[in-house]
């Protein structure tokens, strides 16, 4: 086992955070879009309703996600243990896909989830 980054961990505490909020304010439901940062920046934003083919670039270079009947999956990655497409699709508000080698988080969101209560 590498020891984590001072990065990593932070990455990490972060996402645990947000799917503690997640779980304890909002109601598991289906997701509208998904957001992918990429050592905390936000690389790449899209709606899952849209089925598409995504390339973008991790830390360990180039992964493909893959986006399907209103779920998000990493379908390619050169980390070394395959987490990220081991975990499989992702459909739910809140849930998310962390492949820590390439520093990556793909993370669902609903609607109006983070700016609050509109309307
Ligand atoms: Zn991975």
Redesign the pocket.
Known sequence: MVPLKPADAIIISLVIAFAVVSFTFLPKSAGEKFVVTHDGKIILEGELSKDSEYSIN?S?GQ?KLLVKDGKIS?VK?????????KRGSISKQGDS??????R?IITIQGKGEIDGVTG
Do not use: A, D, F, Q
């Not at 050169?78 to 987490?83: D, E, G, I």
């Not at 896909?97 to 390439?102: G, Q, T």
């Open positions: 991790g360990l992964m990493v990655s050169n980390c070394p243990r395959k987490l990220c497409i896909i962390i492949c820590v080698p390439n990556v």
